[in-house]
């Protein structure tokens, strides 16, 4: 059974930093994605960050390009999402998903919510000015 838990989230002050961990389980790793969606309160859930195990693509969405850095711990199986110069935002549910079976994938296809059949149940980061 693959399970996904988020931890790491918090409140910061705008231009601080946080990590959150994603921990995954039961997961088969081979031509899949991990990502990091958010979604703030009366807005769409959108996609942050995805690594494409495929070919070890990352990609990122352009407001938080050269803030945020998407890594994994192939050991622990987990993935980190280290995020700098935090701004009011970034504030959301932050949840990671993920995806095996993909023969190909950009950004626009990872990015994207519905692809995803396995999600956590989020962590709450809150950024204030």
């Known amino acids: 059974q693959v399970q996904l838990v988020e931890s790491g989230g918090g409140s910061v002050q705008a231009g601080g930093s946080l990590r959150i961990s994603c921990g995954i389980t039961?997961?088969?790793?081979?031509?899949?994605?991990v990502t990091w969606f958010r979604q703030a309160p009366g807005k769409e859930r959108e996609g942050v960050a995805s690594?494409?195990?495929?070919?070890?693509?990352?990609y990122y969405i352009d407001s938080v390009r050269g803030r945020f850095t998407f890594d994994r711990d192939n050991a622990k199986q987990a993935w980190y999402l280290q995020m700098n110069n935090l701004k009011p935002d970034d504030s959301g549910m932050y949840y990671c998903?993920?995806?095996?079976?993909?023969?190909?994938?950009?950004?626009?296809?990872?990015?994207?919510?519905?692809?995803?059949?396995?999600w956590g149940q989020g962590t709450q980061v809150t950024v204030s000015s």
């Open positions: 039961g997961f088969i790793y081979s031509r899949s994605a």
């Open positions: 998903a993920a995806r095996s079976g993909l023969r190909t994938a950009g950004p626009g296809l990872l990015l994207s919510p519905s692809l995803y059949r396995y």
């Open positions: 690594i494409y195990t495929g070919d070890g693509s990352t």
